[in-house]
């Protein structure tokens, strides 16, 4: 009970307190309309300057999007040309015709479509489709055949993506000039101056070398495979089949030799056309005696043999120039081994 009388004393004594401090400081005088004015004035150029402050920001922000946007149009209007550049690089000449069998179709970078002739030019971005015939084309200084029902772009003149069918590279020996890449599904064949034999058929690619090395990597093989002559390698998804001494000639090759540039024997040493012929047949030459091989080499041959299957070849060149030519077991015999004593 003292507690609470003593607040309540406290209590009057502050309002009594207040009162005469109130009545000490007397009634507030208004502001003056000069000040009042000044106030406003502050204020309006306080709110003026505030909406500037904001225009000034938002066009500042709309000049960066507008950049940022003309940035972003002429990138891709760079890229856009670029693309035009890259996309309208005129074709270049990769490839002729040198051997042609039925009728095929030749389809150009434009996409514009004609029927494949002898001697006609190929260029860079064509595709083209082999049907009931091979075709021969020279590219640089290799050969390259295409065996019936077969697809391939050739991308450049050196590379070509290899789509079905069967291709035959002859690069002319291990000291060729030209390289060559063929993109398979299953990875990319390089080769180091050879003859090999690329096959796509379904999910399987085969590659089989005659001579030389070849190459096949790809990301779809766990390792790159190094295949030599004699060797043979299928690829059928993850699964790699690799076979060794393989033949060089026989019906795995037959088909390389209906479609062979045709071979000019005017003038030209019998020696020569042995090594020719065992080329492309990959045959074995091998002369009965010196004597034999001298004379191949001083012989020279006259006519053609174009139109002649391998056999009709053989012997017509045995009846013009009295040499015999014989095969056995993939080895070309030449001369008469009777003459010198040699016996099968």
């Known amino acids: 009970m003292s507690t609470d009388k003593t607040s309540r004393s406290d209590d009057r004594s502050s309002d009594r307190s207040l009162s005469v401090l109130m009545k000490a400081a007397g009634e507030r005088r208004p502001p003056r309309v000069e000040a009042m004015e000044r106030a406003r004035e502050a204020a309006r150029a306080s709110w003026q300057q505030a909406v500037q402050s904001e225009r000034k920001s938002r066009r500042t922000r709309t000049f960066l999007a507008c950049a940022a946007s003309a940035a972003f149009a002429c990138a891709a209007l760079a890229s856009w040309v670029l693309y035009q ?68 772009t050739l991308d450049a003149s050196d590379r070509i993506t290899l789509v079905e069918g069967a291709i035959y590279v002859d690069s002319g020996g291990l000291n060729a000039a030209t390289a060559l890449r063929v993109a398979t599904p299953a990875g990319e064949v390089t080769h180091l101056g050879t003859q090999f034999q690329v096959r796509v058929s379904g999910e399987a690619t085969s590659v089989s070398v005659r001579e030389g090395r070849v190459m096949l990597d790809g990301p779809q093989l766990e390792q790159a495979f190094d295949i030599a002559a004699g060797d043979a390698l299928t690829v059928r998804g993850e699964k790699v ?104």
């Open 241 to 344: 089949e690799v076979q060794h001494n393989q033949p060089s000639y026989g019906t795995a090759w037959d088909w390389v030799t209906q479609v062979a540039p045709a071979f000019d024997i005017e003038n030209r040493p019998l020696s020569e056309f042995v090594a020719w012929i065992s080329r492309e047949q990959g045959w074995q030459a091998r002369y009965v005696s010196a004597e034999h091989e001298r004379s191949a080499q001083t012989i020279r041959l006259h006519g053609s043999i174009e139109q002649l299957d391998t056999a009709q070849t053989l012997e017509r060149i045995t009846l013009v120039t009295g040499m015999p030519l014989g095969v056995e077991n993939g080895v070309l015999l030449v001369g008469d081994r009777a003459a010198t004593g040699v016996v099968r």
């Open 85 to 152: 550049r890259h996309d309208r690089t005129p074709p270049v000449l990769v490839a002729h015709v040198v051997a042609s069998e039925g009728v095929h179709e030749l389809r150009g970078a434009d996409d514009s479509s004609t029927v494949l002739t002898l001697e006609q030019s190929v260029f860079s971005g064509s595709r083209l489709q082999t049907l009931d015939g091979r075709v021969a084309l020279k590219l640089g200084s290799l050969s390259l055949r295409l065996n019936d029902h077969t697809r391939l």
